[in-house]
């Protein structure tokens, strides 16, 4: 008997030990969690920002000045001895996020978490993403000089995770159980495709096809018009195009393939954008142009940005990065400043594919037939064997939809076009604005910049400003991309490009201002043909129009134009809806709700009660008026707002505004009454589970973890204002990722601001610090040192020398 108490003691100890050091589905193996040696208790310290630390490769000592927001201001001798130090201290703080990101990118999710994240892997590599990377490589070693700079940042990376021992590993890894890998330049062209598809990896095509054959073309021009009757474009509608001797592709005669696709890819954000804006000297109030950028992506922890300063002997520049890219992708040096939103253009199209028979291994093009490459995509799985895809490639692309992916016919398939998969150098770009002088080396390093799409904002302390709409852009026919396209015909083919000088675009306009929030970027004059594929009307004309509205502009009106919070799109509206809707059956609590809106100024501030009653209001509504797109097993997006309520305001009447599921015959009227009790009714429930539905509380804006917003690693319930079609465009979880205000005197001055803080590390004090500020809209003055002696604003100060 004690050999079989023996026994089972032992196999209870074997098994708890296993228990505490293996994973069980998505539970972490919690003794190696725990361990006080090793564990998560080792990661509570905050970072080590001063001494001496030698790292691979390095010609000179590289001189690292910490501030008190722990901003790393660099100071090298030479560039590829700044950027190698960038690669170090970028993965001292932010190792995790930048290589996690990658992992995203490349579809390799479920090697770290597991079977559940199989369906996006899948999807990133139907979508090319390595693809995309690859080509974008064999760009890149065509010159030699970013090849060399990309290859530094990756050994001063692997410096840093060289020097690791698994207990200094980062929270994250701990958590999910793995180790960090070397870096490689295929891992930040993998970072850039991350960003690439984030910006301009959505498109309607397939969606719009259903729309077409469904409701016919008279109807679909109604629903998505190029443009709609209010339009203020990124470039002022005066300018003259008649330099422009390229025409556009002429049209085919053709018929386009009507498919019905039932489901589409998960698409990136939809509010994916940005403001940017520039002022000249007239309109500043101290004669010096006035520079703004303010991207809205996902608000995350760790944030997207990590800021630094990278300076030379022959250049010195400061902004925001992006960790696990080389150089500052939006700020400013000495003698100019620049900042990107997303220009929203149509750079992915839908083609059908007919293979010759079901080996796939031709395809049919013109009056013949094709090879197909293949490529195999070895998904590995934590904890299961590997899954294999295996990938059609034709001239268009990857044959994302077939019959092994959300397709069921062995004879044809979908192939994506899509700029993300040109082989382009857009790191050049950035690394020659870190030291450009002038708008003419803004325009040069604009040159090398293929995707995605963006909107270039320029000041210079020669008194320069500029808009460009920058990217490798298809020169289409009218009509081209909406649909899908025939992937047979040559001429469904992209014909050629847009040549980058006749790129839109504006230098000092007359107006004294340039601006840009993700509208249409031209008017009709424009020679080249650009559909409305989701462009912003409201931001953007409340930007301008504040621009127009007085002479001269300081620093203050900057960040209250950052902050402003009016609702254009409910100002536009609800004055009708006032007018037309009859309230006379209103009960006594809706009566109060609809006096409440009523009182409402437009402004989205958190005290205020109207954002959240409009809310819930203009979703009820919205779903009402496009009730028909609630088909099964048909992928469908409804219309643009700005055109839906234009159709309620002149199209009251129109069969569209009929609810499909009742026998009577509703018009916009109706709808507003309908829609606004069943909004009273969704406040009333919310109020009486949640209290008051004042705006801070009913938005309720989160800063989540990149894992699932880890409620530990998270911060809730964010005291801040604005929303969707907004200046200040804060929604639930995305926003203003990066606000920056940069003053081109000599040398330039500037402030900033992003959701989060500069560590990577959940157990330090500089993890979240800058949210508060964020919130409460305040700045933080940004260091811009001169040279590397040390001012009062440094707080330590870190040397990096050779091994």
Not at 300 to 315: A, E, G
Not at 369 to 396: L, M, N, P, Q
Not at 635 to 651: E, G, M, S
Request: proline share 5%; glycine share 6%.
């Amino acid at each position: 008997m004690k050999y079989l108490k023996f026994t089972l003691s032992l196999l209870l100890t074997a098994s708890v030990f296993y228990g505490l050091n293996n994973k069980f589905g998505s539970i972490p193996p919690i003794g190696k969690f725990l361990n006080p040696y090793t564990g998560v208790w080792q990661n509570e310290s905050d970072e080590s920002i001063t001494g001496t630390v030698s790292i691979d490769g390095l010609k000179d000592k590289v001189t690292v000045h910490y501030d008190a927001q722990l901003i790393p201001h660099l100071f090298a001798q030479n560039e590829n001895d700044l950027y190698r130090a960038q690669g170090y201290i970028t993965a001292k703080h932010r190792l995790w996020q930048m290589e996690f990101q990658t992992y995203a990118a490349a579809g390799r999710l479920s090697e770290i978490i597991g079977e559940a994240a199989l369906n996006l892997d899948r999807q990133q590599r139907r979508r090319g993403m390595g693809f995309g990377a690859e080509q974008a490589i064999a760009k890149i070693k065509e010159d030699p000089e970013t090849t060399a700079f990309l290859e530094a940042y990756a050994e001063g990376v692997n410096s840093y995770i060289n020097q690791l021992e698994p207990k200094d590993f980062p929270l994250e890894y701990k958590l999910l159980d793995y180790q960090p890998e070397p870096w490689t330049i295929k891992k930040t062209a993998l970072l850039l495709m991350y960003m690439t598809k984030d910006l301009a990896g959505g498109d309607s095509d397939l969606e719009y096809t259903n729309a077409l054959r469904m409701f016919g073309k008279e109807r679909f021009d109604l629903l998505y018009p190029d443009f709609f009757d209010v339009i203020d474009p990124i470039i002022p509608k005066e300018t003259d195009w008649s330099y422009i001797d390229v025409p556009i592709t002429e049209t085919p005669e053709s018929e386009m393939p009507l498919d019905s696709i039932p489901k589409t890819l998960d698409k990136p954000n939809p509010d994916n954008g940005s403001n940017n804006w520039a002022i000249s000297g007239e309109k500043s109030y101290s004669g010096n142009p006035i520079l703004a950028n303010d991207p809205h992506l996902g608000l995350n922890l760790p944030s997207i940005w990590f800021v630094m300063q990278l300076s030379i002997p022959t250049h010195n520049a400061f902004g925001a990065t992006l960790p696990g890219a080389l150089g500052i992708i939006s700020g400013f040096n000495t003698n100019i400043s620049w900042g990107e939103t997303n220009a929203t253009r149509d750079v992915l199209d839908w083609y059908k594919i007919e293979f010759k028979d079901e080996t796939r291994r031709q395809y049919k093009y013109g009056d013949d037939w094709k090879a197909v490459s293949f490529r195999i995509e070895e998904i590995k799985i934590k904890g299961k064997a590997a899954y294999i895809d295996s990938v059609c490639y034709t001239h268009h692309g990857p044959v994302t939809y077939d019959k092994n992916f959300m397709g069921d016919n062995k004879l044809a398939g979908y192939a994506m076009k899509w700029s993300g998969h040109i082989g382009g150098n857009n790191q050049k770009t950035f690394l020659e604005l870190n030291k450009g002088r002038n708008y003419d080396d803004y325009v040069n390093a604009l040159k090398h910049y293929t995707a995605p799409a963006q909107n270039f904002v320029f000041a210079s302390t020669e008194g320069d400003i500029a808009i460009w709409v920058q990217g490798k852009l298809p020169n289409k026919w009218k009509g081209q991309g909406k649909f899908l396209m025939d992937g047979s015909n040559p001429k469904h083919d992209w014909q050629s490009f847009i040549p980058q000088h006749f790129n839109a675009h504006t230098k000092n306009p007359e107006r004294g201002f340039v601006s840009s929030a993700n509208q249409h970027p031209v008017n009709e004059s424009y020679p080249f043909y650009v559909f409305n594929d989701g462009y912003e009307t409201y931001r953007n004309r409340v930007i301008n129009n504040f621009f127009n509205s007085k002479e001269t502009f300081n620093i203050q009106d900057f960040k209250d134009l950052h902050n402003n919070n009016y609702n254009l799109k409910a100002a536009e509206l609800l004055p009708y809806i006032f007018e037309t809707m009859d309230a006379s059956t209103l009960t006594a609590e809706e009566l109060s709700i609809f006096n409440e809106i009523k009182s409402w100024d437009f402004n989205n501030n958190i005290d205020e009660l109207g954002p959240s009653i409009y809310s819930i209001w203009w979703s009820k509504l919205y779903d009402l008026v496009w009730d028909e797109y609630d088909v099964e097993n048909v992928a469908l997006d409804k219309p643009f707002t700005y055109q839906t309520i234009h159709l309620l305001k002149t199209k009251g009447d129109d069969e569209f505004m009929d609810i499909v599921e009742t026998p009577e015959t509703e018009t916009a009227k109706d709808l507003f009454l309908i829609s606004f009790k069943k909004a009273a009714k969704s406040l009333m429930d919310w109020k009486a589970e949640n209290g008051d539905y004042n705006w801070n509380a009913y938005k309720s804006t989160y800063v989540g973890h990149l894992l699932q917003a880890l409620p530990a690693f998270s911060r809730f319930n964010l005291p801040i204002g604005g929303g969707g079609n907004i200046v200040n465009a804060t929604k639930k979880n995305h926003g203003p990722s990066w606000r920056m205000i940069v003053e081109m005197s000599s040398p330039p001055t500037a402030l900033g601001i992003y959701p989060g803080g500069q560590s990577g590390n959940p157990g330090s004090k500089y993890y979240d610090n800058f949210i508060d500020d964020w919130a409460a809209g305040n700045y933080h003055n940004l260091n811009f040192l001169q040279s590397d002696i040390k001012t009062d604003a440094v707080i330590d100060t870190q040397t990096l020398i050779s091994n």
